[in-house]
């Protein structure tokens, strides 16, 4: 069965950054796009970042477009989001999921196209 395994959250002060990894396992298909999505308390699950691990191609939310940036490490079946700049309103659970039916990202990076989750880990941006 598919794992995904999060690190990478913690503390950090305004304007700084921080890489979360999320490291898959078990997939049975050649072709999948991982997502990161984030949820902060008592607002709705929102898509951060996403990107087709086959082919490369990436979705960024309007929300951290020009702070984030996703990229995958093939060998080590891994997916990075590195995040600077970060404010306050960053902070969230964050989790990465996996989809074989969802690689066109640009068009689908939401949660419910998404289909295994990570447990998630937390990133807090305060002073």
């Known amino acids: 069965q598919v794992q995904l395994a999060e690190s990478g959250g913690g503390l950090v002060q305004p304007g700084g950054s921080l890489r979360l990894s999320c490291a898959a396992s078990?997939?049975?298909?050649?072709?999948?796009?991982i997502g990161w999505f984030r949820q902060a308390p008592g607002k709705e699950r929102e898509g951060v970042s996403c990107i087709s691990v086959s082919d490369g191609a990436t979705y960024y939310s309007d929300s951290v477009k020009g702070r984030v940036a996703i990229s995958r490490e093939n060998a080590k079946n891994t997916v990075y989001l590195q995040m600077n700049s970060l404010k306050p309103e960053d902070t969230a659970v964050y989790y990465c999921?996996?989809?074989?039916?969802?690689?066109?990202?640009?068009?689908?990076?939401?949660?419910?196209?998404?289909?295994?989750w990570g447990q998630g880990t937390q990133v807090t941006v305060s002073s």
């Open positions: 078990g997939f049975t298909q050649v072709r999948y796009a």
């Open positions: 999921a996996l989809t074989y039916r969802a690689t066109i990202v640009q068009s689908r990076c939401a949660p419910g196209w998404y289909d295994y």
